[in-house]
């Protein structure tokens, strides 16, 4: 399984940015596609997860409400579309392939190259 990323950029407060991740290879094994992201100086943390299966969405607080996470099963990609984004949403955005809808990192045994969105006025 092999996975994508795109789409990262630079936007002022308040601006959308979609994010894709497209996935070749893709097994029923590994049918759940989560972002991650990674800040300077911070940990990676899990931003949200779709399940190919049934087309179930998951989200941290801190995108809920904010992120759609999307997905088109006949394009083998995953998108995640990004609205009202802050200061605090810039860091490098990671996909990733789990067997199950998970939050955790280590749970992700496929991942792509981050893509960066920067969010600054």
């Known amino acids: 399984v092999q996975l994508q990323a795109s789409g990262g950029g630079s936007v002022q407060p308040g601006g959308s940015l979609r994010l894709s991740c497209a996935v070749s290879?893709?097994?029923?094994?590994?049918?759940?596609v989560g972002w991650f992201r990674q800040a300077p100086g911070k940990e990676r943390e899990w931003v949200s997860c779709?399940?190919?299966?049934?087309?179930?969405?998951y989200y941290d607080n801190s995108a809920r409400g904010r992120f759609t996470i999307s997905g088109d099963n006949a394009k083998d990609t995953v998108y995640q579309q990004m609205t009202n984004l802050k200061p605090e949403d810039t860091a490098v955005y990671y996909c990733a392939a789990a067997k199950l809808p998970t939050m955790i990192s280590y749970e992700y045994s496929y991942w792509g190259q981050g893509t960066l969105v920067t969010v600054s006025s």
């Open positions: 779709f399940s190919r299966s049934d087309g179930s969405t």
């Open positions: 290879g893709f097994t029923l094994d590994y049918d759940n």
